[in-house]
Structures are given as C-alpha cells and as structure tokens.
C-alpha cells in the first residue's frame, strides 16, 4: 500500500500556491523524503529538474547554478528539487543569489531537502531569512508502520519503521546489517564527517553506539566518558550529542527546573528517535521476550513521539522522585508518567505537582502510549 505522509500532502499544497518561498524539507535519513517528492513530480502537471548532492565527490556551488539555469531553460513555474544541498560549500549565498533573480518573476517552485539540520539551518539563518518555509519529515509513526506492512506495536518496537528495511525483518541478522550499514553509517561517516570536523572519528563513532545503549534513560557524560575506549573529554562528547542530533538520530533531553541554566548543566537523558537504531545492536527480540527491556523500549519510542510533536521536551528528577518527561507549549505545561510494565522505584509525579501546581499531570499506559505512537495528539489521547 502506498503511503502518502502528511508533510508530503503539505508540500503538495504549498507548490500548488501563488506564493513564492523556499519549501525546505528536513529529517532524517530513510523517513521517505525522496519517496514523497516522487509521489509528487507523478502527479505535477509541469517541468521538474530533481538532483542530489549526495555524491562521492560534493559538487561545487557552479553546480547548483548549473541545475537552476537547466530549470530556467524548462520554463516558467519548473519545480527545482535539490536533495542534501548542505553538503555544497557555500550553497546558502548562491540559492539567495538565484532565488533573488527570479523571485519577481516567479520562474521557479523551489524545494531543498537534507538530512543534517544544523548545518542546513545554519545556511537558511545566514543568507535566507524571509525567503524560505521548513518543513518536517519525522520518523514513520506505529499507524503508517501498520497500515504499509500490518505491523502490530511489538513489531514496531523492535524494528523502528525504518520502510527501507521492513522486508528484511523475517532475517534479523540481515535487518541489523541493513540498518548499521545503509542507515547508520552512511549518516555518521559520509553526512556529518563530510560537512562538519571531528577530529577523532573513531571516538565519534564509539559515542553514539554508547548513547544508544542509555536509551530513554539519564546518563552524566563522564560516566560516558569512562565507557569510551578512546580518549576525549566531556565537551567533545556533549559536541558529539549535538551532532546526532542534528542528524535526527537521538535527542538529549536537558532536566527541567524552571531554569535555564540549570537545563543547561543537567545529565541529559538520551532518546534515541527510531527504535530500530537501539535494536540493531542487540537482539530485537528481546522486546517480546523481556518485559523490562520492552517498557524501557516503549519509554523511549514515546519519548520519540514527544520529540517528534514538541521543541519543549524534558525530564525530572529530586533524588529518587523523578517525572519522564515535562512537555511544554504555547498553553499547556505537562507532567508525564510512563506505565509500561518496567519495574520503577518510585513515583515522582505528585511531588512535581506540588512544585509546579500549574502543571497538567498525565499518566501514559500502554493503551494512551500505543495512540501516540500512530501520531495521535499529546491532547487527544
């Protein structure tokens, strides 16, 4: 069954408009970003120019002007697509350049994808500001998950809905090969070595196989540092986190205190934003076979999902009183309890309550959990 995704049928909208901005699609490797401009240029009445700079040898700049002059030449209203345009050097000047020339003129629909915001964003703040809308592609939910291959929650939990590899899964050595390999790999060693320097590669690599190990769950960075073969220090492994997660691998949670600083200065919890990256270095079954291993794994897929619908995302703890995750909006400030089976000390939610009384308290069982899961509001379930 195909899958149309919901920022696939947004972007559709957006070219189909009068108004002329950048569409910028971020997210991670293998979410469908591709697939969904495919979907698109299928069903688009007019000329497309579609590249990639995902290329053993990063193209120059001259590159892209290459391509949108080609877009020119196929006439006025061309949809232009330029996938992992980060990786150029000095893209963002030359797409304001040429974005600039034909704005009046409306000649072209442009859109740009990459997989590594933070070096993409960086170029959009820098010389693209009020030309551009950004557009997230998150990590396939349990719903598309279950309606594209019939997956339940247990197999969701184990192989993350990575689409790519879901014919691989009835072969678990074979899956985990794939998702090391074609996903993992590719994303530490070509999209973030290629664009940002990090000096000891090995130690990069050794980091995030370590933050997988630690998923949903609060970890110091010296107590990282003392797993690490290699030798670094805790700001290298802090600029490493960063990194991941401007690659949509991980997020780090910062402790909630109602203080900046303090969030700032807190062990991060880690939560890795696909379960399939967690269960490729061990053995996925283990979410059937292990109840605790399946609450930790279902923690951290909520906390995915919380992630993937809010900026505002943290934890709490006061000694042994802790709240797994403090979500804040606009209007809403929530307090989250997970009820998944894992064998929990003790309760802090109604001490966080009584310190931050203005909070709305939430218990998340499995039932409300599996609803967030299939991409159900945090307000709805």
Request: hydrophobic fraction near 40%; charged fraction near 25%.
């Given at each position: 069954?195909?899958?149309i995704?919901?920022?696939?049928k947004?972007?559709?909208a957006r070219?189909q ?5 950048i569409?910028v699609?971020l ?7 591709t ?13 497309v120019?579609m ?7 990063v193209?120059?700049a001259?590159w ?12 006025t ?6 996938d992992?345009i980060q990786?150029i050097?000095?893209?963002s000047?030359t ?10 003129a409306r000649r072209?629909?442009?859109v ?8 993409l964003q960086k170029?959009?703040?820098d010389?693209?500001?009020g030309?551009?809308?950004?557009l997230?592609a998150?990590?396939?939910?349990l719903k ?13 939990l184990k192989?993350?809905?990575y689409p ?5 899964i ?6 985990k090969d ?5 996903i993992?790999e590719p994303?530490l060693?070509?999209?973030?070595l ?5 000096h ?5 690599r050794?980091?995030f196989l ?7 769950m609060?970890v110091s960075?010296?107590?990282?540092l003392g797993?690490?073969?290699e ?6 492994i802090?600029h490493?986190?960063?990194?991941f997660?401007a690659a949509y ?6 402790k909630?205190s109602?203080s900046?600083v303090r969030?700032?200065g807190s062990s991060?919890k ?6 399939g990256?967690v269960?490729?270095?061990?053995n996925?079954l283990?979410?059937d ?9 279902f923690?951290?897929?909520v906390?995915?999902a919380?992630?993937?619908?809010f ?12 709240v797994d995750?403090v979500v ?5 400030f929530?307090?989250i309890?997970m009820k998944?089976?894992r064998i929990?000390?003790t309760?802090?939610?109604?001490k966080?309550?009584?310190r931050y ?5 939430m ?6 959990g599996?609803?967030l899961?299939?991409?159900?509001a945090l307000n709805?379930?």
């Open positions: 069954m195909e899958i995704r919901d920022f696939a947004v972007l559709e070219l408009e009068n108004l002329n901005f569409q699609v997210g991670p490797r293998q979410a469908g970003k697939t969904a401009l495919k979907q698109i240029i299928a069903r688009w009445s007019g000329q120019q590249v990639s700079a995902d290329e053993s040898s193209p120059s001259d892209i002007e290459l391509n949108w002059k080609i877009a020119r030449a196929k006439g209203g061309t949809l232009l697509i330029i992992e990786k050097p000095e893209w000047q797409v304001k350049r040429l974005f600039d020339e034909d704005r009046a072209l629909k442009v740009l994808l990459g997989s590594a915001s933070l070096m170029g959009l703040a010389s693209l500001a030309r551009y809308e950004v997230h998150g990590h396939w939910n598309e998950c279950r309606l594209a291959f019939n997956w339940d929650l247990n197999t969701f192989f993350g809905g790519a590899a879901a014919e691989l009835t072969d678990v050595r074979r899956w794939f998702i090391n390999r074609s993992i994303v060693l070509k999209d973030l290629s664009v940002v320097p990090v000891k590669p090995a130690l990069f050794q980091t370590l933050s997988l190990a630690y998923p949903a609060e960075l010296q107590k990282m797993q690490l073969q030798s670094g220090n805790a700001s290298t802090k490493y986190l960063e990194l997660e691998l991980i997020k780090t949670l910062q909630y109602g900046d969030k700032r991060p880690i939560v890795p934003l696909n379960t990256l269960n490729a270095q061990r996925p283990d979410v076979d292990n109840p605790d291993w399946f609450g930790r794994i923690e951290c897929a906390g995915a919380l992630c993937q619908q900026d505002d995302v943290y934890y709490w703890r006061d000694g042994n009183d802790e995750f804040k909006t606009e209007n809403r929530y307090a309890e998944s089976g929990r000390r309760s802090g939610l109604a966080f309550i009584q009384p203005e909070c709305t308290p218990v998340i069982d499995l039932e409300k599996t609803r899961l299939e991409g159900m709805e379930i």
